[in-house]
């Protein structure tokens, strides 16, 4: 049970944590050669156009998780950032709703479309997580179901007759809801990020940033890194499968200024100036969702959209899912894992 002071516990939990030594999977790596000097044009430049074509055809997946106190926003968030009602409010109990008493998993899936391109988005709500008197092991359903998630396309990897396109269900992104205290992380906040980091692509935000000063929101961002970083928790992007300079310089900024990001998630629209903007109104003014000098949200939606979507959808693949798939085929003695109606009925009642 998490009681007392949040800053006590967080100092102790500093202090008598010793990072756990991770093993670290194998990362594909890049194809190496000796240059080779053209005489002609081949094309071998339009596998670009190629991959693109056949994107535009077949769509991709891309599930992301929100987890979070009751009243940070999350749903709202979510919507924000895909411009349309993809995820269903769950926080705010009403009077007449009781709050979960276990950690419930709802999942709830979009197709999107823009400029011909398809995205069947997944999104996951947590509804229940850090509501109750005793948090204890709060986090055990959403690692199961994530885990879940890998078991069932791993099952469909190794069927002898498996499907031209695996569906893919396993959670690419984890969006972690941070209270916009000022203070420090709670021992919740810690715990869940140093159990689910192992599993998953955290990426950590601070909810409703427009409660702070910005000197105030400065302050806990840095306080916040350095919390993490005492208590060996590893945040996306993972300093380990940064795969070159390129990568490290630009994963480097993310990590040592963008994170985590302070948001702001509305969608309301207001007239600034003659346009229509995203915002959220207060006594002081519009609160501008995607104004850089209000909030990071631009920053958050471009580093998960953007910029880094196919590099969390690959790190989920090559790293996480694989971890998990050498420790499954490890403990059945090599063997591929025996498909039971029973478990195959238990997973699908999570979607």
Not at 107 to 113: K, L, M, N, R, T
Request: contains cysteine.
């Amino acid at each position: 049970m998490f009681k007392g002071s949040a800053d006590n516990k967080s100092e102790t939990i500093m202090s008598d944590q010793v990072p756990e030594t991770r093993p670290k999977p194998a990362v594909p790596m890049k194809p190496t050669g000796i240059s080779t000097n053209l005489l002609g044009y081949i094309g071998i430049d339009t596998i670009i156009e190629q991959m693109r074509k056949k994107t535009m055809k077949t769509g991709f997946d891309f599930n992301i998780m929100v987890v979070g106190q009751s009243g940070l926003g999350k749903s709202t968030l979510v919507n924000t950032l895909f411009k349309s009602q993809v995820s269903r409010k769950s926080a705010g109990w009403s009077r007449e709703e009781k709050i979960p008493k276990t950690v419930e998993i709802k999942a709830i899936s979009h197709v999107i479309e823009e400029a011909g391109v398809k995205m069947k988005l997944t999104v996951v709500d947590t509804p229940g997580f850090g509501d109750q008197i005793n948090n204890e092991n709060c986090w055990d359903p959403i690692e199961k179901y994530i885990n879940e998630q890998y078991e069932k396309f791993l099952k469909e990897e190794v069927n002898i007759a498996r499907k031209k396109r695996i569906p893919d269900t396993r959670v690419h992104c984890c969006l972690y809801f941070i209270s916009p205290t000022g203070h420090s992380l709670r021992p919740l906040d810690l715990e869940f990020m140093r159990h689910l980091s192992k599993v998953v692509n955290i990426i950590p935000v601070i909810a409703k940033a427009d409660t702070m000063t910005l000197e105030e929101k400065t302050e806990f961002k840095q306080r916040v890194r350095k919390e993490l970083e005492v208590n060996g928790i590893e945040f996306y992007p993972q300093k380990e499968f940064d795969e070159d300079l390129e990568d490290k310089t630009e994963n480097d900024k993310i990590r040592q200024e963008s994170m985590p990001f302070a948001v702001v998630g509305s969608d309301k629209e207001f007239q600034v100036n003659g346009k229509r903007v995203l915002g959220r109104k207060t006594p002081w003014g519009i609160i501008e969702v995607e104004n850089l000098a209000h909030c990071e949200f631009a920053l958050l939606r471009d580093f998960v959209i953007r910029t880094h979507l196919q590099d969390l959808k690959e790190v989920t693949h090559n790293i996480h899912y694989e971890t998990y798939r050498a420790k499954r085929l490890n403990d059945n003695g090599g063997l591929p894992p025996v498909s039971t109606a029973e478990g195959s009925e238990a997973t699908e009642s999570n979607v």
